[in-house]
């Protein structure tokens, strides 16, 4: 309990640092510069705190504010139809970005890369979270963030497999939870030591409290499967240069690889298959909601995993969120 308690304080303290200005995040952060080594540094308080060349960049509160998170999860409140109705909401978002725009978490490159990023990262979000169906009022893509939890779990998720490392608790079970939905038992543990917060004894925290649930979701796109492998965030902005193997593999740079780290055979490999076209196409919509366009999200290629070979191959989609 003492590893929550820290991320409690931790988290209790970067609310304290905002300012509420009619109900938006307000702007009480003020900006410090130094160089090092011929590089600038700057740190913006609470949304980018830390000496990070990221932090002299837009930040996201700079292009990304309340309403337009309101168009994008349109109808996640709508009543006796969003299975999370009053859970989800914008400022949560911010706090837990604001952990890792230092990072570089929607902060790297210009104003359309940042935007583009968000759009990709909260496209995964609106997939894996959404209840939309074909003929849903607003449309299937206005859906996103109706879910916090999976609903009737067939299993508990645990694999003793990883006792040593990632025992079950008892009494816990590790189904999907969260704004990219966490699965079994050493998911949860490994998530939990990378945020620094007890998960694996205490998965329940994800459904209960939205910021952990998007601060779990944002250290999975930044955050490589093994450390030999590119996070989501590095191939989506440009950070990785694709091996030989790679390019034999059809793992490009940009959004189709996301999938591929995060879902791995689930969804990738497949060839042109639903769950994969769901995801591109909650993207293309919020590029579209956000006023980037989608025609910025580049080729097929570059947006499909369809004919990539995964970088995980798995008996199970256990790693993975389906």
Not at 145 to 164: A, G, T, V
């Amino acid at each position: 309990m003492e590893v929550t308690k820290r991320h409690v304080v931790a988290l209790f303290i970067v609310v304290l640092a905002i300012v509420s200005v009619n109900g938006d995040l307000g702007d009480d952060s003020e900006l410090k510069v130094k160089y090092k080594h011929g590089k600038k540094y700057c740190d913006k308080g609470w949304e980018c705190k830390g000496w990070s060349i990221y932090c002299c960049n837009l930040t996201i509160t700079d292009y990304f504010q309340t309403y337009q998170f309101e168009n994008l999860f349109s109808k996640r409140n709508v009543p006796m139809v969003a299975h999370a109705a009053g859970f989800w909401d914008y400022r949560s978002f911010i706090i837990a970005a604001s952990l890792f725009e230092p990072l570089g978490f929607g902060t790297t490159g210009n104003r359309t890369t940042q935007m583009k990023e968000i759009a990709a990262f909260l496209g995964h979000v609106g997939a894996k979270t959404s209840c939309g169906y074909g003929v849903a009022t607003g449309g299937p893509l206005a859906w996103g963030l109706c879910y916090n939890h999976e609903m009737s779990p067939s299993q508990s998720y645990c694999d003793d497999f990883y006792k040593l490392t990632y025992p079950c608790a008892p009494g816990a079970d590790y189904y999907g939870r969260g704004a990219i939905p966490i699965y079994w038992n050493y998911n949860y543990g490994a998530i939990g030591e990378g945020i620094k917060v007890d998960l694996l004894n205490h998965p329940e925290y994800i459904e209960q409290n939205a910021t952990l649930a998007f601060q779990a979701a944002i250290y999975r796109w930044m955050t490589p499967v093994k450390k030999s492998q590119p996070s989501a965030h590095d191939v989506f902005v440009g950070n990785w240069k694709p091996t030989k193997n790679d390019t034999l593999a059809k793992r490009v740079p940009g959004f189709g690889t996301t999938m591929n780290i995060l879902y791995g055979d689930s969804v990738c490999g497949q060839g042109d298959i639903d769950p994969m076209n769901t995801i591109i196409s909650h993207y293309l919509y919020y590029l579209d909601l956000l006023g980037v366009g989608r025609e910025q999200a580049g080729p097929n290629e570059v947006l499909s995993c369809a004919e990539q070979i995964p970088f995980n191959p798995s008996y199970k989609s256990s790693s993975s969120s389906t």
